[in-house]
């Protein structure tokens, strides 16, 4: 008989081990205790399948620190067929009580630590089979301590959250937006304006460990605002959170400078390894990261449903 339970205390962080899988069991586990350790999961959102008293397959669901309502799933092992039927159900059933109403989850190709998603044309498929549809098809970047540091731009100059305040940056995100071709954008465009979506963009940006000395506008040598960037820690790793650049500063390179400054803050800040993510199809997003001295590491799906 199957059984989805939260899982008990002796099982965490490791839930689902495998054998002969030692480094997957590991770094699988350290990811989830850092989670917890964060705030981004609880032990009643880790469910586990079981089976003839064995684990065979688990499901966590994960917020931003600080958050009530879980708005992801952040690791899956959907076991057979009717395990990962049963632990989708129950992710989607728990997220729902507890106010959710949408649930998104990544999927990263080629499968890799700390969620190691193999067989992914399967897991896509259970996916679609529940409800889960490609929000974006994207592709992901990766500089680490070593690799040669970017130049910067000398063409712009920059000015802080922690002089200027929220509104410029909410003024130059709405602009920026206004002929973005990026699928996260456009969707919350879609849902509330383009000022709207700027509010929410910056604010969600603003929950992510970070400094206001490090969110900072691009200025050009005619003084316009011309860039943003929002670089920032998440509980995982250092992200070049977000890149805007106003239809004014279009084709002068400026995402690559913007990449050069969040790397350069971020160094500064004693970071070690920097990732970042752009739609596939935005080809001079994925110049940027290439000419700021990024590798593309994977390819990420971010998937979701509506509850």
Aim: glycine content about 8%; charged content about 25%.
């Amino acid at each position: 008989m199957l059984t989805i339970r939260p899982a008990r205390p002796e099982e965490l962080p490791a839930l689902t081990a495998f054998p002969n899988d030692n480094e997957r069991n590991a770094a699988t586990a350290a990811y989830l205790s850092g989670l917890l350790d964060s705030g981004c999961t609880r032990p009643d959102w880790c469910l586990v399948a079981e089976r003839d008293g064995a684990l065979i397959g688990n499901v966590v669901l994960w917020t931003p620190p600080g958050r009530s309502v879980p708005m992801d799933i952040v690791l899956l092992e959907p076991g057979d067929d009717e395990t990962g039927a049963a632990v989708l159900t129950h992710a989607a059933d728990l997220a729902r009580s507890l106010g959710a109403d949408s649930q998104g989850h990544v999927l990263d190709t080629p499968s890799q630590a700390p969620q190691f998603q193999r067989d992914p044309q399967r897991r896509e498929q259970l996916l679609a089979d529940h409800g889960f549809t490609v929000a974006r098809d994207g592709c992901r970047f990766l500089w680490q301590i070593g690799d040669p540091m970017p130049d910067q731009d000398e063409r712009l100059h920059w000015r802080s959250l922690a002089e200027l305040g929220k509104e410029p940056f909410v003024d130059l995100l709405a602009d920026a937006f206004t002929d973005t071709k990026d699928s996260i954008f456009l969707a919350k465009i879609a849902e509330h304006g383009l000022r709207g979506a700027a509010e929410r963009n910056l604010a969600d940006m603003l929950e992510i460990d970070h400094k206001p000395a490090w969110f900072e506008i691009g200025y050009n040598q005619q003084d316009q605002p011309v860039a943003i960037s929002l670089p920032a820690r998440t509980p995982s790793s250092a992200v070049i959170g977000l890149v805007a650049v106003a239809p004014p500063g279009r084709g002068h390179g400026y995402a690559t400078a913007v990449v050069a400054r969040g790397t350069r803050i971020l160094v500064d800040a004693g970071t070690t390894e920097i990732r970042g993510d752009c739609d596939a199809s935005n080809i001079g997003m994925f110049n940027a990261f290439q000419r700021a001295g990024y590798r593309n590491f994977a390819n990420r799906k971010m998937l979701s449903r509506p509850l």
